[in-house]
């Protein structure tokens, strides 16, 4: 699929993963194509394949065939242009959550200050102010993926990586998150190829949906519920969530995933 | 790896709840009664009120063993007046200089070492024989043989202590290395990180609590790696004076000197458990 290297894209290409001493590929023929501003979420069930896609798009996996690629950029190793969230946080406890933040600036080695004045930014961003300070084993869970992903920001990545970064969370604490990740996402503009196991937090968040199914991991089906655009444009996530059209959409996605289940 | 259990957590965060921390774990409330450190006490007491009684009655000669009341009169005299030509607080100035230089030349040595055998299966492949091989000997063993390279000078009581520290430095920093999780280190390389940035701010500090740990073992493979390097043409230090005093069949400073080397051990161990708590907070906290 061509395209103008001057619009960002992160482009899986016919990836096959294999990982060693499997008979069935992990994953066979999966293209996916993530344009900057998009919001693609990976669903499927277990061993489908999606975090290892996700891995793949962060060059900690190879793929045995087909290309990863970022902006026409084979993809070969990890980078801060596809900053990763993972679903452990994955903090580091010698920091407070401001040094953690501001972990990908002091890689760069700019000066103390300037790193905690847009650390402080981030901080804020993801409504954090007053925990700057804090150790990291004094957050709570929804705390600590909020200082993850203002770290993942501060490398100002193009795209971000998440790979179920709301899995470990209560149910409140994730719906609220799913709103601090689409203010994220529409302030700015990055792509987005996120992970997850919950259909209402692909439908409220994508602006793609691509279903995998395991043995081998390849593309079902792909959806554009269109719904966090609506979100973008102002509606109220309870509004929308109370639309009839979003239960319609879930009963769809459901029986997306599980379609085959039987065969 | 410092366990530190939930009662230790400081006092005053455990009323705490303002909806923003982990809350923390009460305090289970104390069982009524006995308490480990009320036994341990009664235990010391009832031995040294055996060891009074005996060397009362005289079943033993005090030239074996003298009594408690006279090895803390020597305890005083020697502190005072010396023995063998220094005070007690020299002996022991002499015995921790050399045990804190061997540390140091430890940490030196043992800290690159273990990085390299966790980090590098070159490394491993080096160093793990080598690491094993020096492990079980006992000092005394190897004691001969480092003054016959390097004489009986001050630097040969220093490497013989070093040798005895290494293999748990390195190996408890291998292990730290090891025990990294490959999570933290994906995250760091996904924000931009080389391979040396790695080591330098994930693999280092995800390691500094088995560090530590090594370092605490360490000293105490050290302490007692002294008497033996201190056997040898010293004119000073704890293992030194008890050795003199053997000879002369000084049983009071005998049994001071080793009190005062155990005491010395309890300290810096003590010393070292509050150091690990102020650097390394968040071990066992994860």
Known sequence: MPHLVLDPHLVLDKVSIHYDGQAVPAVELVSIDVAKGDFVVLVGRSGCGKTSLLNVAAGLVAPARGRASINGKLITAPGSDRAVVFQNDALFPWLTARENVAFALRLRGIRPAERARRANELLELVKLTDAGDKRIWELSGGMRQRVGLARALAAEPEFLLLDEPLGALDALTRERMQTTLLDLWTASDVGVLMVTHGIEEALVLATRIVVLAPGPGRVVRSFEPG??????????????????????ARGELTDAIFEGEAA | MTVTSYTERPGHKIDEADGLSVPWSRPSPKRKGISARMVSAVTILVVLALWALSARLQL???????????VWNKFIVVARDGFVDAT?????????????????????VGVPVGLAIGISTVGRGIFDPLLEFLRPIPPLAYLPLVIIWFGIGEPSKILVITISMLAPVALSTASGVRGVSQERINAARSLGATRAQVVRHVILPSALPSILTGLRIALGAGWSTLVAAELVAATRGLGFMIQSAAQFLVTDVVVMGILVIAAIAFVLEFTIRRIERVLVPWAGRE
């Open chain 1, 227 to 248: 719904f966090s655009r609506r979100y973008a444009s102002g509606e109220a996530i309870r509004t929308i969530k109370a639309d009839p059209a979003f239960a319609a």
């Open chain 2, 88 to 108: 007690l607080l020299q002996h022991a100035v002499a015995s921790l200089w050399r045990v804190f230089a061997a540390l140091i030349a430890a940490i030196i």
């Open chain 2, 60 to 70: 033993v000669s005090p030239v074996f063993l003298p009594s408690p009341a006279a």
